[in-house]
């Protein structure tokens, strides 16, 4: 089993920035891919951007490329997602997410095994 605990959300204003934090812990070594879904209410679930371990893949919804980064650091085990230029349609629960045992940016929530609890961000003047 694999714990993702999220950390960083908070409410900012528009053009502000956040960012925010996933631990993994547990059978760690079962993830290679690391996953941020965000959602708002009455909405889906939907993909924001997912990463690999070693770094060398990413990738970005259109509606936060240029916008967001996502990065890690191995040594503490932590997915970090840098958010800039916060929009109003930003806001919703941001989630932190983990397919078991692949190396393949998955889009879709389905796809992944492991989720955090989630953290609310509101972009709101």
């Known amino acids: 089993q694999v714990q993702l605990v999220e950390s960083g959300g908070g409410l900012v204003q528009p053009g502000g920035s956040l960012r925010l934090s996933c631990a993994a812990s547990g059978n760690i070594y079962s993830i290679n891919v690391m996953g941020w879904f965000r959602q708002a209410p009455g909405k889906e679930r939907e993909f924001v951007a997912a990463l690999t371990w070693s770094g060398s893949n990413r990738d970005y919804a259109d509606s936060v490329k240029g916008r967001f980064t996502i990065s890690r650091e191995n040594a503490k085990n932590t997915v970090y997602l840098q958010m800039n230029s916060l929009k109003p349609e930003d806001t919703a629960v941001y989630y932190c997410?983990?397919?078991?045992?692949?190396?393949?940016?998955?889009?879709?929530?389905?796809?992944?095994?492991?989720w955090g609890q989630g953290t609310q961000v509101t972009v709101s003047s």
């Open positions: 997410a983990a397919p078991r045992y692949s190396t393949s940016l998955y889009r879709r929530s389905s796809q992944y095994d492991y």
